[in-house]
T-cell receptor, first 114, second 114 residues
Framework: DGGITQSPKYLFRKEGQNVTLSCEQNLNHDAMYWYRQDPGQGLRLIYYSQIVNDFQKGDIAEGYSVSREKKESFPLTVTSAQKNPTAFYLC?????????????FGPGTRLTVL | AQKITQTQPGMFVQEKEAVTLDCTYDTSDQSYGLFWYKQPSSGEMIFLIY??????QNATEGRYSLNFQKARKSANLVISASQLGDSAMYFCAMRGYNTDKLIFGTGTRLQVFP
């Protein structure tokens, strides 16, 4: 089945540790995105990538890093510089960057800092 | 700047009745897309329906329809014949033709009761 997978579903981190969230898609989509969701709020864009080996900062990129070495993979690293990382993280992809293509989402990773 | 406003934090509807979830938007773009997503308690964002700014007909997808009033900048979601499984958070979102960012509202929590 085609889709977007994220792992792990739940992640616990100690303060001062970096953690990496996985996002894989087999939809052959060009564009991929990372969003953060806090309780009672909508989604905010962290980073996005339109093509392999290229990515751009979103609205809240500080304390996060990404890579796009393969078309199907877009991992997100939450660094120790992120002051309040506890949140729900959603990865998405769309066929093309720009235009009004629909973004499709993965199941999400819930990160908790202990 | 683009903005999505959802003024209903919560809505209740009886099973088999129709319900309208409100969404207004603000943009200076001439070409844009409007989206509705459903987020059940599991967390995944499920795409429901899309409306393009130049589409003359209101979009419909099964029990979902989008009441698009361009002059009023509103894109309300209508769910007909509500089911218990429709209980979830619903997010309205917008994307300009020349941007890669999907702007989300704060969501409406819909609860369907028997």
């Amino acid at each position: 089945d085609g889709g977007i997978t994220q792992s792990p579903k739940y992640l616990f981190r100690k303060e001062g540790q970096n953690v990496t969230l996985s996002c894989e898609q087999n939809l052959n989509h060009d564009a991929m995105y990372w969003y953060r969701q806090d309780p009672g709020q909508g989604l905010r864009l962290i980073y996005y990538s339109q093509i392999v080996n290229d990515f751009q900062k979103g609205d809240i990129a500080e304390g996060y890093s990404v890579s796009r070495e393969k078309k199907e993979s877009f991992p997100l690293t939450v660094t120790s510089a992120q002051k309040n990382p506890t949140a729900f993280y959603l990865c998405a992809s769309s066929p093309l960057a720009g235009g009004t293509d629909t973004q499709y989402f993965g199941p999400g990773t819930r990160l908790t800092v202990l | 700047a683009q903005k999505i406003t959802q003024t209903q934090p919560g809505m209740f509807v009886q099973e088999k009745e129709a319900v309208t979830l409100d969404c207004t938007y603000d943009t200076s773009d001439q070409s844009y897309g409007l989206f509705w997503y459903k987020q059940p308690s599991s967390g995944e964002m499920i795409f429901l329906i899309y409306q393009g700014s130049y589409d003359e007909q209101n979009a419909t997808e099964g029990r979902y329809s989008l009441n698009f009033q361009k002059a009023r900048k509103s894109a309300n979601l209508v769910i007909s014949a509500s089911q218990l499984g429709d209980s979830a958070m619903y997010f309205c979102a917008m994307r300009g033709y020349n941007t890669d960012k999907l702007i989300f509202g704060t969501g409406t929590r819909l609860q369907v009761f028997p």
